[in-house]
C-alpha cells in the first residue's frame, strides 16, 4: 500500500481542538487507503514554557539534562494525537523517538541522526495502524534521550520517509507552499509549484522559514519528494523533488537575510598565512562564516571582510581586535546593518546575463552593493538593511517573477 | 559507601524555588558522605493538567496511550532537579524508568513492578553521581511506557531500596510522620517514631495517606526499613520497621474511613452458594469488597450486608437489584452514611480485652456498631459517618494514645 509520511508542526498541534482537527485529517486519508506515519512536534509555547523553567534553575543547564527536558513535549503531543485518532475508531499507536528506533551520536541539543531501524513502525504499520511517532528526538548508542536542534521534527520526518522508503513526506505548516520570495513585501508574490532541493536549500539557508536545510539534505540525498502544504488552508503546496524545473523561469526566487552582521579588517599584511589566521581563530570560537572578501591588495595591505551570525557578531568583533595587533593590521569594524539578497534559480548555470540584471536592476534604484558571492544556483548579494524591501520588489520583477514562464 | 534512598512527592517538588530547595538538602547529604538515589514524583497539578487534556480528547483513553503521556511529568521533575543539582556544583544524572530498568507488567495506568535491573543506577552511583530517578513509571517486556497507578513513586522508591539493598528509603512528604490518629481530630494526638509493617499496611488502607500499601507491602518483603518524614519541616518522622515495639502501647492508633458504602440484601434464602452468587457478581464488575456480614438466618432467609469503595457504591447497587429477583431474596439497601473506624496496634493479639473497651467505649457514647470485623492487629466498626470525630476521640482516649507507654 502507499505510504505517506505526515509532518506536523507545533502551531499546527496547538490546542487540543487543532489536535482533533489533524486527527479527522489523518483518519480520513487512512479511509482513502494510505499507509500513514505521522510526526509531530511539542505544542507550541510547550517547548519556550520548559525552557523558561530550566533557565529558571540554571543559565547554562547540562545538555543531557536539557534534552530530558525538552523530550517530553513532542511525547505529550504523540499521546494526544494517538487518543484522537484512536476517539474517531482510527487504529493508531504513539511510538517516542527511541521506541522508533531513531538512534543519533550523543550531541545533545543538536543531535545528528546516524540510522533509523524503524521495527516498531513497521511492525505497527503491518497490523494496520497509523503510526504516531514523537519528532525532533532519539537516543543515544547509550540510550540516552537527545534532541535535534533546529528543524528536528523536518528531519525525524524525511529520515522515517528515507527508511521505509516512502513516496512522499508531506510536511505541514502554516504557509501555502514556497513563494518567489516574501509575500509580505511583494504581494503578487507566485507560489510554486516545483522547486529543485538545491534551490529550497539555498531558500532555506537564506530565510525562507519553510523547510530547515537538515531535512532537505537528508530529502536530496535519499531522492525523497517532500511536499510543503498548509495544514488547515487548502491548496496543493510545493513540492520539493530532484525534477528539474523545465518550465519555470530561469530565476524562480528572491530570498533575503536580515540575520547577519559584516566585519572588515582594514589594512591587514599581504602575507601567505594571513587568511588561515584570521579564520582560524573566528571557527576556535564555534563561529560559522558564510561570504568572504578580500580586496585587492594596495601597497602589500588588503582589506578582509566577512559575514558572521548577528548574534555571533560581538563576539567575532572581539576577537578580531584582540587579533588586530597579533597579525600587524590597522583596524576593525562592524557593520550590523546589513541584509543579504539573493536570486536563486538551479537554471542560472552557463546563463549570460543574470548578474548583470541583477546588479544594474540594483543600481537603477542607487543600491550599493558591499559584497558579492556566487554559487552555480545563486547569486548574493550585501547591501544596506533600510533598502531589503525595495531590492526584493525590484528583483522580482526584473526577473519577471509574478507568472511563471512558458 | 552508605546508599540513601529519598523520594519526594508531586508538592515537595510543586515550584522552581522548592526543586532548588531539595537539591540543597540533597546535595548537603552527599556532602556528608551518602550515596544517593533521588525518586521523584511530578510536579504538583502537573499530572491533573495532563489528565485534563487527555479528557478533554476522549472520556475514556485508551490506557498505553493515557501511560505514554502521563509519563511525562515525572521526567520533567527528574531533568529539573538533576539541573538543579548540578548547579550546586553536586555531580547528578537523571534516569527515566527505563533506562533504570524498571520492569514492569503490561497492566496500563496500573502497573506492577516485575523487576528492576538498575544496572545504570549502579553505574552512576560508583561514578560519585546523584542519581535522580523518575517515580511511578517503568516500561513492559515489549518497551511500551507503564505507569504504576495510586502510590507508584513510593512503590518505585522502595523497589529500588530493595534492588540496590539500601539502607534505608526516605519518603518525604507534607506531614511529619505517622500519627496515633487524624491531628485535625485530635490535637494531642501524638507522632509515633517507630510502627511495624503490618500496623502501617492498617493506618494506610485505612485512610492515613502517608503511604500505600503497595511500597509497603515491598518494604514488607524485603525487609526495608522505611522513613516517613515532613520534607521542609524539621522532626525525626517515623520508621517503619519489622522490628516489634516492645515500648509502645498495645494499640498503636485509630484509624477511619469515610470513604465507603453500606449494601444490605435483605430476606436471602439461606441456601448454599448464594454468597458466591451475590459476590461473584460483584467481583466480575471489578469491585473489591471489604467486609463481609451475614446475620444469623431466621425462618430460612439471612441478611447479608457489605461495604465497598463509594465510588463503586452506585454501580454496585444496581447490580444488586438485578440479582435480588434472580436469588429469590426481599431488597437491596444502600448506606452511604458510614464510616469505618479501627484500632491498630500489631501487641493486640492475644491481648484479652481490647475489643471490650472499644465496644464499650462507642456504646457510652451511644454510637451503634453496625458491621464488625477483627483480625490480628486491627479492630475496625461501622459506625453512623456523623460520630466519625467523635468516635476517634473518644477511643484514643480509652487506649491512652496521647503519651507512650512505660
Do not use: W
Amino acid at each position: 500500500m502507499r505510504l505517506v509520511i505526515q509532518k506536523y508542526g507545533g502551531t499546527s498541534v496547538g490546542s487540543i481542538e487543532k489536535i482533533k482537527a489533524i486527527a479527522k485529517k489523518v483518519a480520513d486519508r487512512k479511509k482513502e487507503g494510505a499507509d500513514i506515519i505521522v510526526v509531530v512536534s511539542a505544542m507550541a509555547g510547550e517547548t519556550d514554557k520548559l525552557v523558561n523553567m530550566a533557565h529558571q534553575i540554571s543559565e547554562i543547564p547540562e545538555r543531557r539534562e536539557f534534552d530530558m527536558l525538552l523530550s517530553t513535549g513532542e511525547r505529550v503531543t504523540i499521546a494526544l494525537l494517538t487518543m484522537a485518532l484512536q476517539s474517531l475508531g482510527c487504529d493508531a499507536i504513539s511510538l517516542t523517538g527511541r521506541q522508533s528506533g531513531i538512534i543519533t551520536n550523543s550531541s545533545y541539543t543538536r543531535a545528528k541522526i546516524k540510522y533509523i531501524t524503524g521495527k516498531r513502525i513497521r511492525d505497527a504499520l503491518n497490523q494496520g495502524k497509523v503510526v504516531v511517532v514523537a519528532g525532533f528526538q532519539g537516543i543515544d548508542e547509550h540510550e540516552n534521550v537527545t534532541t535535534l536542534g533546529r528543524g528536528g521534527s523536518d528531519t525525524t520526518a524525511v529520515a522515517i520517509a528515507a527508511t521505509l522508503k516512502a513516496e512522499v513526506c508531506e510536511i505541514y505548516t502554516d504557509v501555502e507552499g514556497v513563494f518567489t520570495t516574501d509575500p509580505n513585501i511583494v504581494p503578487h508574490a507566485r507560489k510554486l509549484d516545483k522547486i529543485s532541493y538545491e534551490e529550497m536549500l539555498e531558500m532555506a539557508s537564506l530565510g525562507a522559514k519553510v523547510l530547515h536545510s537538515r531535512c532537505l539534505e537528508f530529502g536530496k540525498k535519499y531522492k525523497i519528494p517532500i511536499l510543503v502544504k498548509s495544514t488547515f488552508g487548502g491548496g496543493e503546496g510545493t513540492l520539493v523533488t530532484d525534477e528539474v524545473n523545465m518550465e519555470e523561469s530561469v530565476v524562480i526566487g528572491i530570498a533575503y537575510n536580515k540575520n547577519q552582521a559584516k566585519i572588515t579588517i582594514a589594512g591587514v599584511p599581504d602575507r601567505p598565512g594571513i587568511a588561515a589566521q584570521i579564520f582560524g581563530k573566528v571557527s576556535q570560537a564555534d563561529i560559522v562564516v558564510d561570504m568572504i572578501i578580500q580586496n585587492v591588495s594596495e601597497g602589500g595591505l588588503t582589506d578582509v571582510s566577512f559575514t558572521v551570525q548577528k548574534s555571533d557578531a560581538k563576539k567575532t568583533f572581539l576577537l578580531m581586535k584582540e587579533l588586530v595587533p597579533e597579525i600587524g593590521a590597522e583596524d576593525v569594524k562592524i557593520d550590523e546593518n546589513i541584509t543579504k539578497i539573493s536570486i536563486i534559480g538551479a537554471g542560472m548555470q552557463g546563463q549570460s546575463g543574470i548578474a548583470t540584471t541583477m546588479f544594474s536592476s540594483l543600481a537603477k534604484e542607487n543600491i550599493n552593493i558591499m559584497m558579492i558571492s556566487t554559487s552555480e544556483i545563486k547569486i548574493s548579494c550585501v547591501i544596506d538593511t533600510k533598502y531589503t524591501e525595495l531590492a526584493v520588489r525590484v528583483l522580482h520583477d526584473a526577473f519577471g517573477l509574478e507568472k511563471p514562464k512558458g
